[in-house]
């Protein structure tokens, strides 16, 4: 018993460094290539971090367990020799476990859009309406257990040589916080072009915080473009010197457009998050900015 505790406790703290490590990082490379972008964002960076910390607990605890099963026990289908199955299987099972994320996650964060779960849970990630590198695990902890099963939920089903467990929480990493650091980490010719046409990056995640019923994928566009709830990228910076560079913060007003019809099974406006959620933890803020109500229209 003592063991398993230990493991929790162990995963925990690998996961909440891990986060302030590459968030850290990310959030100082942010400040050095794009100054003031984050001007004015302390409250909500406090914020991002205590619910984030909050979150690696409950992403933690079951990793840790499931560590000290598989050591111990032989629990999940992590392997480490890596002719234990065929070379192919490396590139198709990260391939595989990010696909099966992404369904998950598409159709989790669909449900969390409906309006009981968008205010109890969904609302504190979206309390980011211009959401920093912080962000990446700022999620209420009813949220966050939709996300900690996933990763436990992959090693117990499919085959994951250790190397490609390792490569799929990296990816996992990165994205999380790319995705929400605010400016463009890949040049605009890629997410314009071909390759964008099916990857989430920056653009396509920060448009789901300004718009919120659309883009809700988290590593490919598949499901958003089949159901129809894909709307495309933010733009770059109105100033218009970001099409020439390599890295462009994002743009976060663009000319107002006609919100795409809900989909029947999102209620089409789910109300500005006001409530703080019950059970607060003790180390998250409770107090958040109101998301203006005319992008909830
Ligand atoms: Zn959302
Ligand atoms: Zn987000």
């Not at 406006?269 to 958040?288: L, Q």
Request: proline letters at 10%.
């Amino acid at each position: 018993m003592a063991g398993i505790l230990l493991s929790a406790l162990a995963m925990t703290l690998i996961v909440a460094l891990r986060y302030l490590a590459v968030s850290g990082g990310f959030a100082w490379a942010t400040a050095r290539l794009h100054p003031g972008l984050y001007a004015r964002l302390g409250p909500q960076i406090r914020r991002e971090i205590g619910w984030s910390l909050v979150s690696a607990a409950i992403y933690g605890v079951p990793a840790g367990i499931l560590a000290w099963g598989w050591a111990q026990r032989g629990w999940t289908r992590v392997y480490t020799d890596p002719h234990q199955w065929s070379l192919w299987w490396w590139p198709v099972s990260v391939l595989l476990a990010l696909a099966l994320h992404d369904t998950w996650f598409y159709w989790t964060h669909r449900w969390l859009h409906r309006r009981g779960p968008f205010h109890r849970a969904h609302a504190v990630h979206h309390a980011s309406r211009h959401p920093t590198a912080w962000a990446a695990m700022s999620f209420h902890p009813w949220e966050a257990l939709t996300g900690a099963v996933v990763i436990p939920a992959l090693v117990l089903a499919i085959p994951l040589h250790v190397g490609s467990l390792g490569l799929v929480l990296a990816i996992m990493t990165l994205m999380g916080v790319t995705n929400h650091m605010g400016w463009e980490i890949f040049p605009r010719s890629w997410v314009e072009g071909r390759v964008g046409r099916w990857l989430i990056t920056a653009s396509h995640h920060h448009r789901h915080h300004s718009d919120y019923r659309c883009n809700y994928g988290l590593y490919f566009r598949v499901w958003d473009r089949l159901c129809g709830t894909d709307r495309g990228l933010v733009p770059a910076d109105a100033t218009g010197r970001t099409q020439r560079q390599r890295t462009s913060p994002l743009s976060t007003e663009w000319p107002s457009s006609p919100p795409p019809p809900a989909p029947s099974n999102v209620p089409s406006s789910p109300p500005p998050p006001r409530i703080a959620p019950k059970a607060a933890p003790a180390t998250a803020p409770t107090t958040r900015p109101v998301v203006p109500s005319e992008r909830l229209q």
